[in-house]
């Protein structure tokens, strides 16, 4: 496996390749949720390439960039174990050669990102669509791998590909979560045994909703209200029903629509959700 952390030599590796690219974006502290979307891309693709980096652009001031895990090496084992063939770990200054805020900028449809994590995280989406089009950009995948556990981030970067015309296809993978159903999330290291107990009401309250379909319950309102119950006095951001352009309906459709799920548990936000 090669290491990569400068452009250039980012740039020689990608000219000199003939067959597809499978391309993973992560922030690093890789978990079994990250490495299913690299074996995705190891399936169907020639050529995997994972980078590795913790985008200043999409933390808002007041949020934990700084204290965001970074275990380096562990994360350069896990890709070399997982077959990755790149990774890619580029400083913040390789990235934003001006400095972002002096930089063009790419800014989400304001509908699907003044909403849930973007009402809730000012700028976060820009940032993100930012470092992603650079990564796309550079690497020039023909697959790019997404967790349907960002699931606003997800639908957001499907929209920059289809609105730029850009030749990528985003592929969105399954949640990967623990022997007890809570969602993998590299954030789950903040939690401390009472809190991750607590935490486990958010799987409870999506098997609630799986109930809630079974009996034939399809109504928005009626199935946010059974999730809703489970969490109970749980500090919950949002708990809601959209369709794939991230606005409310009425009534579920089975391929259309996902039920949206962000809670705080002692402090750590956690999001979680269910594609229907
Ligand atoms: P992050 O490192 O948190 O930016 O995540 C990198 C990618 O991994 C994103 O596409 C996430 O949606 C995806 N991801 C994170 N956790 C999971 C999970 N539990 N299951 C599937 N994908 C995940």
Request: include cysteine; charged fraction near 20%.
């Amino acid at each position: 496996m090669q290491l990569i952390t400068n452009i250039n030599d980012l740039i020689d590796w990608r000219n000199a390749q003939n067959g597809t690219i499978g391309y993973v974006a992560t922030m690093g502290a890789l978990h079994q949720g990250h490495l299913s979307l690299i074996q995705n891309a190891k399936k169907n693709n020639d050529k995997t390439i994972v980078s590795i980096f913790v985008n200043p652009t999409q933390f808002g001031a007041n949020e934990d960039f700084s204290k965001y895990p970074r275990p380096k090496d562990k994360d350069i084992e896990l890709c070399k174990t997982a077959g990755v063939d790149v990774v890619f770990m580029p400083e913040a200054s390789q990235m934003y050669p001006n400095e972002a805020h002096n930089e063009v900028n790419i800014i989400p449809p304001v509908k699907m990102s003044n909403v849930f994590e973007g009402a809730l995280r000012p700028g976060h989406f820009n940032g993100v669509l930012l470092v992603i089009i650079k990564f796309f950009n550079l690497i020039r995948p023909a697959n790019a791998y997404f967790g349907k556990k960002d699931a606003q981030q997800l639908l957001i970067i499907k929209r920059m590909v289809s609105d730029l015309f850009l030749n990528i296809n985003i592929v969105g993978c399954d949640i990967v979560r623990d022997s007890n159903n809570l969602a993998l999330s590299s954030r789950n290291v903040y939690l401390d045994s009472a809190s991750y107990d607590i935490a486990l009401r958010i799987p409870k309250a999506l098997e609630r909703v799986s109930y809630c379909i079974l009996s034939n319950k399809l109504e928005s309102s009626e199935i946010e209200k059974a999730a809703l119950d489970v969490l109970g006095d749980l500090e919950v951001d949002y708990c809601k029903i959209v369709d794939f352009n991230l606005e409310s309906i009425q009534k579920i459709k089975n391929g259309e629509s996902l039920l949206l799920i962000a809670v705080r548990v002692s402090g750590v936000r956690l999001l979680d959700n269910f594609w229907f």
